[in-house]
Structures are given as C-alpha cells and as structure tokens.
C-alpha cells in the first residue's frame, strides 16, 4: 500500500485496488467501542491467515468452504472494521499490503491462542464427561435407576457413574454442596435452591401381611384409622414420609422407623405390621402374595417423582443425557 515520505502507511485506501475507502464509517473503532466490535472474528482472521499462506483469494475461499464473492465482502468487511486496507487484489493474485501484513502476523496468534482454548475446553469436558454423579431417594434408585443406567452405558460406555441413595434431604444436601451432578427426588415440594423436572407419578400403598387383621377386613381402610395406627415407616425426611403425612393430617408414632424401603418391606413380609409404600416396590411381593394390599378410602396418596439440580445450572453432558432417558 503506499507510504508518506515517512516510511509509515499511507492513508487507508492509498492503494488504488485495493477496493478499501476509509470513509464508509461502518464500524465504531474509537477506543471507548465494545472490544468485540474492533477485532474482527476467527473467521475473519482465518480468512486472512488463508490469503497470505496461499496468495489466491479465490483458492482461500475454496479451502475455507466459502464462495469468492462472501470472501471478498468479508475481507472488505474487516478492512472497514479496522480502518486500514489489508490486501490488495489483481488478476496475478491477492497479496497483503504492509499494513496486512503485520495485522495477518497479529491474526496468527489469536488464531493460535483460541486453537489453544479449544483444546483445554474440550479437555474439561471429557473431564467432566468421563464421570457422573448421581444422588437419588430411595425409591428410584432402587428401582428406576437401574433401567435408566443400563440405558445411559449403552449411549456413554466410557462415563463411570456413580450412585449415592438417601432420602429426599439428603439428595438435596448433596447437589447444593457439590456432591451429585443430577439427583432424584419423591418428596412433595422441590427443596429449595434447586430447578426440577417431573419425572413420573407414583403411588402410595397401604400393604400388610397375609396374616395381619386388616388383609380380611371387609371394607376399605379410612383415613383416619391409617392415621392413628402405628404404621412401619421411613425416617423422616424420606419423600415417602412427607406425602404420608401431609395427606393425613400427621401420623401416629411409628411402629418402626427404618432408613430404607428394602427394610421397611422386609419388616411388612415378616408380619412386623403394616408399611405404606410405594407401588413400584411391591409389585413383585403383592403377585406371590406375601404381601396383600388394603383398599384406601378417603385418602389418596399420589406423588410427582422429579429429577433436581442446582438453581440456573441445568444439566449437561452425561447428566444431561441420563435425564432425558427419563421422559
């Protein structure tokens, strides 16, 4: 491009074919405009780095997948945004001025220190995608979890999961320390600092053993009799015990108070009393008969089942992942 008597560039444009008027005004680039709106893109810089390597706008299109005509107005486009002309165009070729250049020398490190972010950003995610946390209550980790698990290896082979069971509160604790990346809950309300989805709906059942009096009442079981009967529960916290005592009022003190729906099953089979549990735990038990499910009236113990993770952090990568096989 042409010089003053100083040896410093000439004037934007001073290069007759270069196409380049430094008037159009177009772009702000006074010091006080938005970083982002006096540098030009990757693309464009991409662009410019493939001019000077190859010396052929039309061939630099080409490699960059991109028409002639687009790469033109996008090197136009940046010579206006930085208020100097980059190259000039002839029918032997393109080939950079003085001033496009030193910009093409500055471009290859920005070119060369965005290539490196790429690369440690897709680190962190492999790191991120190489393990899953996941804390769920009793319920569904014992009997949902299972089936979206073997779901998610078929997608994710290389994730290593692992699984923290424990009540409603507890998941709770673990996903706002930073302990779980996606947990499950059954309890009534979602706890507070976390986002939610429902999941699926459960059900609530009132089941004994085959010799206990209420398997040959004649008439359903009231509300207020479950109520005031010592009933084999989970401890408190559990979702199962805030959807029980929300629907009836309050409970009578349990008959045994037991930290996971296994036991509290195994106690109702044995004939230690009666349990209130989830339908999904009891399927198998309720066919052979060892257990027997009592007839509600008055009541009905419905409940959302929903997937949780901390407020304004929606899941990504394999949590992501696991709770759409959840839908």
Same mark, same amino acid.
């Given at each position: ?172 604790? +673990?996903? &706002? #320390? ?7 809950? $059954? @309890? ?5 600092? !976390? *986002? %939610? /989805? ?25 509300? +207020?009799? &479950? #109520? ?7 401890? $408190? @916290? ?5 959807? !029980? *005592? %929300? /629907? ?80």
């Amino acid at each position: 491009m042409g010089t003053s008597s100083s040896g410093a560039p000439g004037p934007p444009g001073s290069s007759g074919s270069s196409g380049f008027s430094g008037s159009s005004g177009a772009f702000d680039t006074s010091p006080a405009a938005p970083l982002a709106h006096r540098v030009p893109d990757l693309g464009a810089l991409s662009l410019l780095l493939a001019v000077a390597r190859l010396g052929s706008l039309g061939r630099a299109a080409k490699e960059l997948g991109i028409t002639q005509p687009a790469a033109s107005s996008r090197i136009r486009s940046m010579e206006r945004q930085l208020g100097v002309a980059l190259v000039d165009r002839s029918p032997r070729g393109s080939r950079l001025t003085d001033a496009g250049a030193l910009v093409t020398d500055w471009a290859r490190r920005i070119v060369e220190a965005a290539e490196a972010f790429d690369v440690g950003a897709q680190a962190l995610r492999d790191r991120r995608d190489s393990r899953l946390r996941v804390a769920a209550s009793m319920t569904i980790a014992e009997y949902l979890l299972p089936g979206w698990l073997i779901a998610l290896r078929t997608q994710r082979p290389d994730t290593a999961v692992s699984l923290t069971a424990g009540n409603s509160t507890a998941v709770a604790e +673990r996903l &706002l #320390a930073g302990e779980a990346d996606l947990g499950f809950v $059954e @309890g009534l309300t979602v706890p507070n600092g !976390l *986002d %939610a /989805a429902v999941i699926a709906h459960d059900r609530l059942i009132v089941v004994t053993a085959p010799g206990h009096a209420w398997a040959r009442r004649g008439k359903p079981l009231g509300a +207020r009799e &479950l #109520a005031a009967t010592p009933l084999i529960l989970r401890e $408190e @916290g559990s979702g199962t015990r805030q959807v !029980l *005592d %929300a /629907a009836l009022g309050g409970l009578a003190r349990p008959l045994i108070e037991l930290s996971s729906t296994t036991a509290v099953k195994a106690s109702a089979v044995n004939g230690a009393g009666p349990a209130v549990l989830s339908e999904l735990a009891v399927g198998e038990e309720l066919t052979s008969r060892r257990l027997v499910r009592i007839p509600l009236e008055g009541v009905l113990l419905r409940r959302e089942l929903r997937a949780v993770w901390p407020t304004g952090h929606r899941p990504t990568g394999p949590a992501r992942d696991l709770l759409s096989l959840t839908r």
